[in-house]
């Protein structure tokens, strides 16, 4: 094995995925976990509590995405043993972290949403003709 191909094992050994910025902007980028560390920002929610505060998400859906949040760290799941079992989420340290550069990027998706859906238009309409 050369040094290089050493270098190659280790960064993958020590790292899931060779570029951090595309493998944690997956993650948090998909359609639901922004709007599910939102909704956690205030505090603890169980799931329901979080099914009705997001509303549109399908349970199988916010299952799937709370899963994905704890297996990254981003959010702690305890559960309660009880009849019926009873589950808490709650933002982790991990997760609190990043409530500071997700808020400027809501801020900034709202003062320039308007902007982008205008250039949207224009693009079709140029391209329509």
């Known amino acids: 094995m050369t040094s290089t191909n050493s270098v190659e094992t280790q960064a993958q050994t020590q790292f899931d995925h060779p570029c951090p910025v595309r493998d944690v902007l ?22 329901n509590e ?27 799941r305890k559960l309660y043993a009880e009849v019926p079992p009873k589950v808490e989420y709650t933002l982790s340290p991990l997760g609190h972290s990043f409530l500071v550069p997700m808020q ?24 329509e003709e």
């Not at 997956?26 to 799931?47: C, E, H, M, V």
């Not at 995405?65 to 959010?75: A, C, P, V």
């Not at 400027?104 to 391209?127: F, G, K, M, P």
């Open 26 to 47: 997956d993650r948090i980028g998909d359609q639901w976990s922004l709007l599910i560390l939102t909704a956690l920002t205030p505090g603890t929610l169980r799931f």
């Open 50 to 76: 979080l099914h009705r505060e997001i509303g549109d998400i399908s349970r199988q859906m916010l299952s799937r995405t709370l899963k994905r949040l704890e297996q990254d760290g981003f959010i702690e």
């Open 104 to 127: 400027a990027l809501i801020e900034w998706a709202d003062a320039n949403h308007v902007q982008i859906c205008q250039s949207r238009r224009q693009h079709r309409a140029q391209n």
